[in-house]
């Protein structure tokens, strides 16, 4: 059976929102305890700054370890892991002559730029006035550990696997590092921000795993894999933070305000824009 676009994308929205499931019930419980809490705060004793806006029935559901949160990012890796292996995998044959059919080998390269704007906006958001559920310096050793957790999990299998890729272009295929990079901002989006947000990022990194098979860069299974690894190195990130706040000294009652500069810069040698970032805290 012809697996056609529309089946494609149903399936990557399935993965999208299958983190999500059960996590708005948790999400009105933590803002109710926070604006419950809020309350019986002294007007002299309040904090001005946003990166104190922290609800602690949520982060200690994000930072408590707990198994069944492997299910998920678990299945997607063993479903990845199973098409690379498989040969003969139809399904990956079937939608990579799909998105062959739907892009008449053209490329739409916006995936090596939107990759990263998960993450970005993980750590700069709660800055910029949006009530985050961690200060920046939580934030950060959040997302160092996550990205560091994404790419020794997921550049460790490339140069172990060494699946070629359908345009043969090289043999590091498995998984897909840059849905890989996109789960894991979305994935920290959501924990940190709540759902709405976390659906902004899952949006995002569909997008890069669409753009990833419509680029003809990765099979199927290699999107499947990447997308688990990005989920479970954010879960990691989360699950690490007590460890790290006892190891760097961090007061979670007294958190500090950040000071984030970004300035885009653009290399008329090279093409390329950039982003010059200066952080205080």
Request: aromatic share 8%; proline share 4%.
């Amino acid at each position: 059976m012809r697996v056609t676009n529309k089946n494609i994308l149903i399936s990557i929205l399935l993965i999208c929102l299958a983190p999500f499931y059960n996590c708005v019930h948790s999400q009105n419980m933590a803002d109710t305890l926070l604006t419950d809490n809020s309350q019986t705060i002294n007007k002299d004793d309040k904090l001005t700054s946003p990166e104190n806006n922290i609800s602690n029935f949520q982060d200690s559901a994000s930072t408590k370890f707990n198994a069944k949160r492997l299910i998920l990012p678990g299945a997607l890796i063993l479903a990845g892991a199973i098409g690379a292996i498989d040969h003969d995998n139809n399904l990956n044959k079937s939608v990579n002559e799909a998105m062959t059919d739907l892009s008449h080998n053209k490329q739409f390269k916006a995936d090596d730029y939107l990759r990263f704007v998960p993450s970005a906006a993980h750590l700069l958001m709660g800055s910029l006035g949006i009530k985050s559920r961690h200060s920046f310096k939580e934030r950060l050793l959040v997302s160092a550990t996550a990205h560091a957790a994404m790419l020794a999990m997921g550049y460790g299998t490339k140069f172990i696997i060494h699946e070629q890729r359908p345009d043969m272009s090289d043999n590091h295929s498995l998984p897909s590092g840059h849905v890989a990079m996109a789960f894991t901002g979305a994935e920290l989006l959501r924990e940190e921000y709540g759902t709405l947000y976390g659906i902004a990022g899952y949006t995002i990194a569909t997008g890069v795993a669409f753009l990833r098979l419509y680029n003809n860069r990765h099979w199927f299974n290699d999107v499947l894999m990447g997308a688990g690894i990005g989920i479970l190195s954010a879960r990691i990130g989360f699950w690490l933070l007590p460890l790290e706040r006892k190891l760097f000294k961090i007061n979670q009652q007294s958190p500090q305000a950040a000071i984030v500069t970004a300035i885009p810069v653009y290399s008329p040698t090279h093409h390329a824009i950039m982003l010059s970032m200066n952080a205080v805290f």
